[in-house]
């Protein structure tokens, strides 16, 4: 079904109309599902994130899944690495608990985990790490990516989005908040009385 209002912005140089959808009774988002945009959307959005990136010289890019998957690989590629590390928030039988950390996003009904591969723990440890998520909102995935990260013996030097959503991420993020390499933001929305939707920025 398609959505009854829709929200158009920019992500990098890429003009994109984005459905707008309620969460509650009193706040509605711009979502982006950066896994339906398709293959140049990603090549070009991970290009040009890696531009913005660049400067803080990671050696590794670790991303969420599932979302950030194809913008962690477009982002590797043009940073010219041959490997990237992707955190799960589905449990499954290879990965533990050992890495782990607490999460709750803004799309999701309940608390989950945020886990690493045992596997792939060498392949951060020690490095400079570019953590990368298609939308930071409320900063919760960033932040359980960090304390991971962290954890694990890396160095997060820049952490990279396709879209700021309103401002919550800066004050849960705290001094890591700088860190924060953008193509684009975009408001919250709220509700009136008579079915306006106000943007939301703070």
């Known amino acids: 079904m398609a959505a009854e209002r829709t929200y158009s912005t920019t992500v990098g140089s890429q003009a994109v109309e984005l459905p707008l959808v309620p969460l ?10 950066c896994v339906d945009m398709g293959l140049h959307f990603a090549e070009v959005a991970g ?5 913005l990136m660049r ?12 979302m950030g998957i194809p ?22 039988i290879h990965l533990g608990e050992t890495w782990s950390e607490p999460v709750t996003s803004i799309t999701t009904e309940r608390a ?6 045992p596997a792939r723990v060498s392949a951060v440890r020690g490095r ?12 919760a995935s960033t932040l359980a990516a960090l304390r991971l990260v962290r954890r694990i013996g890396a160095e997060p030097v820049v952490i ?12 849960a993020l705290g001094a890591d908040a700088d860190k924060v390499r953008a193509l684009g933001s975009m408001p919250l929305f709220r509700p009136t009385a008579g079915g306006e939707l106000v943007e ?3």
């Not at 400067?55 to 599932?66: C, L, R």
């Not at 962690?72 to 928030?89: C, N, P, Q, W």
């Not at 990279?160 to 004050?171: I, N, Q, Y």
């Open 200 to 202: 939301i920025w703070d």
């Open 160 to 171: 990279g989005t396709l879209m700021t959503e309103g401002s919550g991420w800066r004050s």
């Open 128 to 139: 400079r790490v570019a953590v990368v998520d298609d939308v930071i909102s409320t900063g």
């Open 47 to 51: 290009r040009e994130l890696a531009d």
């Open 55 to 66: 400067p803080e010289s990671p050696e590794i890019v670790v991303s969420v899944a599932t």
């Open 112 to 117: 989950q985990r945020l886990r690493m591969d």
């Open 24 to 33: 509650s009774d009193d706040m509605t988002i711009a979502l982006l599902i």
């Open 71 to 92: 913008l962690a690989i477009e982002a590797s590629r043009a940073l010219g690495f041959d490997d990237y590390v992707i955190l799960h928030k589905t449990p499954k």
